[in-house]
């Protein structure tokens, strides 16, 4: 069973800036892409940001030139930098695979925030 644990999320000011991480035992880290979701209240999951493979990259047009997402395949963790920060970018942030996520590795989340 593939458990993905995410965290760095917290309470910060517009403008201000987090990095996430989804950290995992799963061996086979490193051949898959990984993508970042969120979900705020009463919504679904919203796909943020994915990395292949190779670290191909692709972002929502909402986070383009404040978000950035890396891979340690070594270390089997996901990261996202979140720049700029918006109130509108509060939710809980969830890591899965970006094309189909599976119902199964939806974690706890971390929750992000952005208020003054």
């Known amino acids: 069973q593939v458990q993905l644990v995410e965290s760095g999320g917290g309470l910060v000011q517009p403008g201000g800036s987090l990095r996430l991480s989804c950290t995992t035992a799963?061996?086979?880290?490193?051949?898959?892409?990984w993508g970042w979701f969120r979900q705020a209240p009463g919504r679904q999951h919203e796909p943020v940001a994915s990395i292949t493979v190779n670290r191909n990259t692709n972002f929502t047009d909402s986070v383009k030139g404040r978000f950035t997402i890396s891979r340690d395949d070594a270390e089997r963790t996901l990261y996202l930098q979140m720049n700029s920060l918006k109130p509108e970018d509060t939710a809980v942030y969830y890591c899965?695979?970006?094309?189909?996520?599976?119902?199964?590795?939806w974690g706890q989340g971390t929750q992000v925030t952005v208020s003054s």
């Open positions: 799963f061996g086979r880290f490193r051949f898959y892409a």
């Open positions: 899965n695979h970006p094309a189909r996520p599976r119902d199964d590795y």
